[in-house]
């Protein structure tokens, strides 16, 4: 398969969650949400989402029992546009995190949204 069809697949079947709903989770430090930032740790530290955990996407399935050891909390996967946290979320839920959902928009539009960001290697 090619990466279109790939795309079209895991966004027919994962969930996604608002820019607003996240925000407000944020903002409510509500800590039955995991949040996985899938980019790569120089894109991270450049700025995530306050109280994200950075997990690249070429490291998810060798990581993710170990990281997220509860595969029943819901557990939110970003990315920069939302494409690789797409394929992410869809690989979280064939590994059984039947509650993972994706970021719609990604972390461009989270930026330019004027939410909060975090610099840095802690979340």
């Not at 895991?10 to 969650?17: E, I, L, Q, R, Y």
């Not at 109280?51 to 996407?57: E, F, Q």
């Not at 170990?66 to 979280?92: F, H, K, M, N, V």
Request: with cysteine; aromatic share 4%.
């Amino acid at each position: 398969k090619r990466v279109p069809a790939l795309l079209a697949e895991a966004t027919a079947s994962v969930p996604f969650m608002s820019l607003a709903e996240l925000k407000a989770r944020v903002e409510a430090a509500d800590d039955e949400l995991v949040v996985l930032d899938v980019r790569e740790r120089e894109a991270y530290e450049k700025g995530h989402v306050p109280g994200a955990r950075l997990l690249p996407r070429g490291q998810l399935e060798l990581r993710a029992n170990q990281d997220l050891p509860d595969p029943t909390r819901r557990t939110l996967a970003c990315c920069e546009l939302g494409y690789i946290s797409t394929l992410a979320t869809a690989t979280l839920r064939d590994m059984g995190f039947s509650h993972a959902v994706a970021l719609d928009g990604g972390m461009k539009a989270w930026r330019e949204a004027g939410y909060p960001l975090k610099e840095g290697s802690e979340p």
